[in-house]
């Protein structure tokens, strides 16, 4: 008798074993440092398009596709980046002198030494896509 109860539950408890060991994987995937947006793209002007070039040479490996993010870095493409935040300033500083991980944590973003009038086209890119994506302007105090 209990030999046939044993030989019942076996493969409900390999099941459920198979299934706790999905689940954990999937949280797994879930909490990785992920933080990828889906940017739209719009018309873009010409200094913002020499910036995208600018962006894809020096930022694309990190902040990903279109500033969308990776698993390295963080999208550009989000409200915390918006100018009221973050002032084309703080993108001229972090190409210059790398930025020390504060808001993620991808960890720092090295130095890349990107010169400022290069930036500031990067700087446009990043603004036309914000725009496009519904990020505007926002007082610091919000
Ligand atoms: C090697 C990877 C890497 C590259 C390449 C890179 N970044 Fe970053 N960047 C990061 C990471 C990681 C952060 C997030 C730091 C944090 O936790 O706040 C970041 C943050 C930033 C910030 C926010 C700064 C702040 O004051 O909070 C700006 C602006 C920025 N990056 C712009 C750029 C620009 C422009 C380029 C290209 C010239 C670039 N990044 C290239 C990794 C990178």
Redesign the pocket.
Known sequence: MLEKIKAKLMPLLIVSVLAGGVAVIAMRGESKNVTVVDVRVPQLSPVALEGRAL?KA??A???GENAGGSD???P?VHKI?NPGH?ADE??I???RMG?R??????????K?G?PKRD?LK?VRYIRELQRANGIFYQPHSM
């Open positions: 962006f020096n930022c490996s990190c902040h390295k870095a963080p550009l980046y973050h703080a993108f500083r972090a190409a930025v991980s504060h808001h993620w944590n991808f960890g720092d973003m090295p890349i990107t930036v990067i």
